[in-house]
Nanobody
Framework: QVQLVESGGGLVQAGGSLTLSCATS????????MGWSRQAPGKEREMGAR???????NYLDSVKGRFTISRDNRKNTVYLQMNNLKPEDTAVYYC?????????????WGQGTQVSVSS
């Protein structure tokens, strides 16, 4: 059973910073991709940041220059450093990872952590 456990959410004022962590029960190097998605109230879930097994990184346009995704293979943890937070960043943030299971690619999700940014 693959588990992803997020931590680090909270309430912060606009312009502030937070760092989210995602601890995995499986070696990070096993994942094809790992990333962070977010879902704001009344909106669809969107990919915020993603890092591939080979280290390629993609960001949602609205977070480029403010968010940084990174990983620590020794700790099997993925991080999302969020700077200059804005009220529109308020959402539940989910860690996710894709694994090759047999011939299929399966996605795994954490339970989510709330990030609230006040103006």
């Amino acid at each position: 059973q693959v588990q992803l456990v997020e931590s680090g959410g909270g309430l912060v004022q606009a312009g502030g910073s937070l760092t989210l962590s995602c601890a995995t029960s499986k070696s990070i190097s096993s994942f094809i991709t790992m990333g962070w998605s977010r879902q704001a109230p009344g909106k669809e879930r969107e990919m915020g940041a993603r890092i591939t097994h080979g280290g390629n990184i993609n960001y949602l346009d609205s977070v480029k220059g403010r968010f940084t995704i990174s990983r620590d293979n020794r700790k099997n943890t993925v991080y999302l450093q969020m700077n200059n937070l804005k009220p529109e960043d308020t959402a539940v943030y989910y860690c996710n990872g894709a694994l090759l299971v047999g011939d299929d690619i399966r996605g795994f999700w954490g339970q989510g952590t709330q990030v609230s940014v006040s103006s």
